[in-house]
T-cell receptor
C-alpha cells in the first residue's frame, strides 16, 4: 500500500493564482482531512470528509474548497492565492466506525506552498 | 476554548537519557493522540489513549484524565528519536464531529550522540 500520497511536494504561486493540491489514499478509509501547519503553530483543520460526497468545514476553511467524488481522492482547491496561505499542507485519512478521532490518522508527506 | 499546551517547547539531551514531554489541556476529552513529525516533515501517529498507559518499544505514553495531563516518555534515547512530538486531543464537546481535534504546537527534541 502507498498509504496517503500528496502532490505536488512544493509549489510557488503568485498572488491571485489558483491551484489544486491532490491527495489520495489506498487504505479504503472513510474519513479524510486537510490540515495546514504554519511555523510555530499547531496543525489546523481546513476541511474534512466522512465519505464520498460528504464534506464539511474545519477551523480555517476560508479561501479553500474541497470535493470528494471517490473514497480514494480528496483534492483541496485554492481559488485566489494569498500570502496568508503560505503554509505546509497535510492530508490525512482514518477509518472511523464509532467515536470519531478515536482512530489512528495516517498522514501524507505534505505539500509546501509559497505564495508570493 | 480548548487549549493544548506542551512543555518543553525545545529539548536537547544526550544519547541514552530518559526523556519526558508533557501535554496539558483545558477541557474534558475523550481521547489524546501523540504524533511524531520527522525532520523531513512527515507525521506519524505514535499513540492514541483515553486512560492509563501505553508502551511501544522505547516509547511510553501516560494520561491522567482527572488532572488533564499526559506525558510521553522515551527511554534510552537515540539520535534517531530527534523529531517534533505533537500532542492532540479530542474534546468531549466535539460530539463526534471531525473538527474536534485540537493540536499542541509541538516539542522539538534533539538527541545528541
Amino acid at each position: 500500500n502507498a498509504g496517503v500520497t500528496q502532490t505536488p511536494k512544493f509549489r510557488i504561486l503568485k498572488i491571485g493564482q489558483s491551484m489544486t493540491l491532490q491527495c489520495a489514499q489506498d487504505m479504503n478509509h472513510n474519513y479524510m482531512y486537510w490540515y495546514r501547519q504554519d511555523p510555530g503553530m499547531g496543525l489546523k483543520l481546513i476541511y474534512y470528509s466522512v465519505g464520498a460526497g460528504i464534506t464539511d468545514k474545519g477551523e480555517v476553511p476560508n479561501g479553500y474548497n474541497v470535493s470528494r467524488s471517490t473514497t480514494e481522492d480528496f483534492p483541496l482547491r485554492l481559488e485566489l492565492a494569498a500570502p496568508s496561505q503560505t503554509s505546509v499542507y497535510f492530508c490525512a485519512s482514518s477509518y472511523s466506525w464509532g467515536g470519531r478521532y478515536q482512530e489512528t490518522q495516517y498522514f501524507g508527506p505534505g505539500t509546501r506552498l509559497l505564495v508570493l | 476554548k480548548n487549549e493544548v499546551e506542551q512543555s518543553p517547547q525545545n529539548l536537547t539531551a544526550q544519547e541514552g537519557e530518559f526523556i519526558t514531554i508533557n501535554c496539558s489541556y483545558s477541557v474534558g476529552i475523550s481521547a489524546l493522540h501523540w504524533l511524531q513529525q520527522h525532520p523531513g516533515g512527515g507525521i506519524v501517529s505514535l499513540f492514541m489513549l483515553s486512560s492509563g498507559k501505553k508502551k511501544h518499544g522505547r516509547l511510553i505514553a501516560t494520561i491522567n484524565i482527572q488532572e488533564k495531563h499526559s506525558s510521553l516518555h522515551i527511554t534510552a534515547s537515540h539520535p534517531r528519536d530527534s523529531a517534533v512530538y505533537i500532542c492532540a486531543v479530542v474534546p468531549m464537546y466535539s460530539g463526534g464531529g471531525a473538527d474536534g481535534l485540537t493540536f499542541g504546537k509541538g516539542t522539538h527534541l534533539i538527541i545528541q550522540p
